[in-house]
C-alpha cells in the first residue's frame, strides 16, 4: 500500500491527511451529526447513544398498549454500538435491493461516517415552494410513488421524512435507518405506517392540497402491496377516532405536530369513507 494512503478499519482507504482529519474529528467532537470536509469532499460523522432512548420506548410502548394501537410500537431499544448495527444492516439491505442510500465510508463501536447525499429532499422543497409551487408538490408526489415502490420491493422505512431522502437520477434514495419498525409488528403494517408518516408532512406543505394529496396517495397505491392499502386503512380508522379530541385541543392551541395531525388523517379518512 502506497506511504500516503491509509486502510480505514471497516472503510475504504483513505489518504492520509484525510485519514488523519477523520479520526482527529471523530475522538475530539461530541455532536451527534458532525460535518468533515476531506479532499474527496464532506463527509458525515453520525454518533449514536442511548441517553434517555430506553426511557421514550417504554413510554412509548406504553401508549400504543393503552390507547390499542400497535403500528405505534418504538422499534427495538438498543445500546450505541446496537444502532450502529442496525444503521448497517439496513444500509446493505436497501443497496441490496437497488434503493439509493448513503455510502459507508467508516464505522467505530458508536459512530458512522456515510458519504454526502446533499441536496436532501427538505432543500429542495425549500427552495422550489416560492419559486415553482407545481414543481414542489410534484416532487411530493415522487417520494409518495418512490416510497410506494420501496413497499413494493418488500422494504419499509420507518420515519420517511423529506430530511431523510435525496434523489439520485430518477430515483428516491434514503438516510437515517435508526428505526425498524418491522421488528416489531408485520411488514406490511410498517408499510401503511409509513404511508401516513409521509402524509403528515405531504398534507402540510402541499401548496395544492386536496389535488396533491390525491396524486401522491395514488402514486403510493400503483406500487404498494395491496397488504399495506388494506393495513392503511386499519390504521386510519384507529386514529380517526382521535381527530375531535385533535380538533378541540386546536382550538386553543393549534401546534405544527396537531396541524399535521388533523390534516392528514383527516384526508386519509375522508378518502376510505368516500
Avoid at 500516503?4 to 477523520?22: F, H, Q, R, Y
Avoid at 421488528?183 to 395544492?208: G, H, I, K, N, Y
Wanted: hydrophobic letters at 45%.
Amino acid at each position: 500500500m502506497p506511504n500516503d494512503v491509509v486502510d480505514i478499519k471497516n472503510g475504504p482507504s483513505l489518504p492520509s491527511e484525510d485519514a488523519a482529519t477523520l479520526l482527529a474529528a471523530l475522538v475530539s467532537d461530541a455532536r451527534r451529526v458532525q460535518a468533515v470536509t476531506l479532499s474527496c469532499g464532506t463527509v458525515w460523522i453520525k454518533r449514536h447513544g442511548d441517553k434517555g432512548r430506553r426511557a421514550i420506548v417504554a413510554v412509548q410502548n406504553a401508549v400504543a398498549r393503552v390507547f390499542r394501537l400497535p403500528f405505534m410500537r418504538p422499534s427495538p431499544a438498543e445500546t450505541a454500538e446496537g444502532m450502529v448495527q442496525r444503521d448497517l444492516r439496513r444500509i446493505a439491505k436497501y443497496s441490496h435491493a437497488g434503493v439509493p442510500t448513503a455510502a459507508v465510508i467508516y464505522s467505530s463501536g458508536s459512530a458512522i461516517v456515510l458519504s454526502d447525499i446533499a441536496p436532501t429532499v427538505q432543500q429542495q422543497l425549500r427552495s422550489l415552494r416560492n419559486d415553482d409551487p407545481a414543481a414542489h408538490d410534484a416532487l411530493l408526489v415522487f417520494c409518495a410513488g418512490e416510497l410506494g415502490r420501496l413497499h413494493g420491493a418488500g422494504l419499509c422505512h420507518g420515519r420517511p421524512y423529506p430530511r431523510d431522502m435525496f434523489i439520485r437520477g430518477d430515483r428516491l434514495g434514503f438516510i437515517d435507518f435508526e428505526e425498524e419498525p418491522e421488528a416489531v409488528m408485520p411488514m406490511e403494517t410498517a408499510q401503511a405506517r409509513d404511508l401516513w408518516l409521509l402524509f403528515l408532512q405531504l398534507s402540510e406543505r402541499a401548496t395544492e392540497r386536496r389535488k396533491t394529496q390525491d396524486r401522491a396517495y395514488a402514486a403510493w397505491a400503483a406500487a404498494a402491496p395491496r397488504a399495506a392499502i388494506a393495513e392503511l386503512r386499519e390504521i386510519t380508522r384507529s386514529m380517526g377516532r382521535f381527530l375531535w379530541l385533535a380538533r378541540l385541543i386546536g382550538r386553543f392551541h393549534m401546534g405544527r405536530d396537531l396541524r399535521q395531525f388533523i390534516l392528514a388523517t383527516t384526508y386519509l379518512t375522508t378518502m376510505f369513507n368516500g
